[in-house]
């Protein structure tokens, strides 16, 4: 098929741009309210037309059926200092009236075979194109940094090697996703000790609220 994709891509474009927009504003927002925020920092991306191409074949998608069968064509990607941010960002991405989640994925408690651990929301985003509102599927990572850098580190060897990691790589990388379980269990030992050393600093300060 014959397919232009650049104009395809456009919608998907405008979404990643308009989500990334909106999610960098509420980590402002927390940053000047001086609360803890839940958001490190996000990413986005449109699907290089390589990847989809390969995917279509892989999953037997066809290429008719993209908009509704391939559902990660737009991606944001949201990194969260601690574990449990990852689900207050879930609890406020589905009250949010701008979109629609449709689908969800927990692989924080439930990780993958690979040791690949991430919250995935799929949405439904109305975009605003010249005379009409056209749905579009995104998919949004949710995950913390540790969990981004384990992935990242996989996803640039399963390119490498094309998924057929030598046994040794494999073990490794297994050991390597539980390590970083680890530091974020730790690093959620450490956030309770400083959110209790807050709290009791704020007593001793003669406050009478307690967070
Ligand atoms: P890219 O290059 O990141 O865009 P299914 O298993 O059929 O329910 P599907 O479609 O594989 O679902 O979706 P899933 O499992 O939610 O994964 C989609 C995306 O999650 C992947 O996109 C990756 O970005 C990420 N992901 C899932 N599993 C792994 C993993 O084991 N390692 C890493 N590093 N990332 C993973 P793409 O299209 O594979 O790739």
Redesign the pocket.
């Given at each position: 098929m014959d397919r232009d994709w650049e104009l395809f891509l456009l919608p998907y474009t405008q979404t990643v741009n308009e989500l990334k927009v909106k999610l960098k504003g509420i980590r402002t927002s927390y940053q000047l309210s001086k609360q803890h925020g839940p958001i490190e920092f996000v990413t986005g991306r449109v699907?290089p037309v390589n990847?989809i191409l390969l995917?279509s074949r892989t999953?037997n998608i066809s290429l008719e059926k993209l908009e509704t069968d391939m559902?990660?064509l737009a991606?944001i990607r949201i990194m969260c200092p601690f574990v449990e941010d990852i689900y207050d960002v879930v609890d406020l991405l589905k009250n949010r009236h701008d979109f629609k989640v449709v689908q969800e994925?927990d692989?924080v408690t439930h990780k993958?075979d690979?040791?690949?651990r991430?919250y995935?929301l799929i949405c439904e985003y109305p975009v605003q194109l010249i005379d009409e509102v056209k749905y579009i599927l995104v998919?949004i990572?949710i995950r913390t940094l540790a969990m981004n850098f384990w992935?990242?580190i996989?996803?640039s060897l399963?390119y490498k090697y094309q998924g057929e990691f030598p046994h040794e790589i494999n073990l490794r990388l297994q050991k390597a996703a539980e390590s970083a379980f680890q530091l974020d269990e730790e690093m959620s030992t450490i956030r309770e000790e400083i959110k209790e050393a807050q709290s009791n600093f704020r007593f001793k300060d003669g406050k009478s609220s307690i967070e």
């Open positions: 699907k990847s995917k999953r559902e990660d991606g994925k692989y993958k690979s040791g690949y991430s995935h998919e990572q992935a990242s996989e996803h399963n």
